[in-house]
């Protein structure tokens, strides 16, 4: 079983506050992502990062921004929630050399702007 | 990277093999075929990969046509904890997934 943990696991909040949601893995992968996932719908790819300092934006169009000031940390922040950013965000990693499709996904936080 | 196309739906008999296709036609020689799982909205796992030879671990096998055309993802003994929705991706090298919409496999007593 891969180690990557997300907290918090759901969270319900007011439209316009701030939040981060965080992901951390102790399996020292240098690679690290975000994905956004709608009730029976896709997984899409928002966020990714290839090492420390390094970030790029997904397919996916996301008013999020995320930092990776350390390998095991990758937290994703909304400067102002809004409803529309009510889903499910999951984070995973992979590592450098390893076979370059193979992720290992967290369990997942679940949004809920009101 | 190459698209895929999967049955939205398929059932099973507990017990009973599952094989679940994929066609990707367009795939290219340094592409790798990927499947995953997602249970109930839980974070998705990894199943098993493949290049052009078939491939076999704990959890499953993976057979590819000679032509690398298409694929089956193979679950021996299908138990109602394998109910989950099944992708199957194709991954070159930029090492990025891309998520369709699977097939929801269902199965039953």
């Known amino acids: 079983e891969a180690d990557i943990y997300q907290t918090p696991r759901y969270l319900v909040i007011g439209t316009g506050k701030k939040i981060t949601l965080e992901c951390s893995q102790t399996?020292?992968?240098?690679?690290m992502y975000w994905y956004q996932q709608d009730p029976g719908m896709e997984l899409h790819l928002i966020h990714y990062?290839?090492?420390?300092?390094?970030?790029e934006k997904g397919d996916l169009s996301s008013e999020s921004t995320v930092s990776r000031i350390r390998t095991e940390h990758f937290p994703l922040t909304l400067e102002s929630a809004r409803p529309s950013h009510t889903s499910q965000y999951l984070c995973?990693?992979?590592?450098?050399?390893?076979?370059?499709?193979?992720?290992?996904f967290g369990p997942g936080t679940r949004l809920l702007v009101l | 990277d190459a698209k895929t196309t999967q049955p939205p739906s398929m059932d099973c008999a507990e017990g009973r093999a599952a094989n679940l296709p994929c066609n990707h036609s367009?795939?290219?020689?340094?592409?790798?075929v990927y499947w995953y799982r997602q249970i109930h909205s839980q974070g998705p796992q990894y199943i098993i990969h493949?290049?052009?030879n078939n491939e076999t671990n704990e959890m499953a096998s993976l057979i590819i046509t000679e032509d690398r055309k298409s694929s089956t993802l193979i679950l021996p003994h299908a138990t109602l904890r394998d109910t989950a929705v099944y992708y199957c991706?194709?991954?070159?090298?930029?090492?990025?997934?891309?998520f369709g919409t699977g097939t929801r496999l269902q199965v039953t007593l």
């Open positions: 991706i194709v991954c070159g090298t930029a090492s990025k997934l891309t």
């Open positions: 995973a990693s992979s590592r450098s050399g390893g076979p370059i499709g193979t992720q290992y």
């Open positions: 399996m020292g992968h240098d690679k």
């Open positions: 367009t795939i290219s020689g340094n592409e790798y």
């Open positions: 493949g290049l052009k």
């Open positions: 990062s290839y090492g420390v300092n390094s970030t």
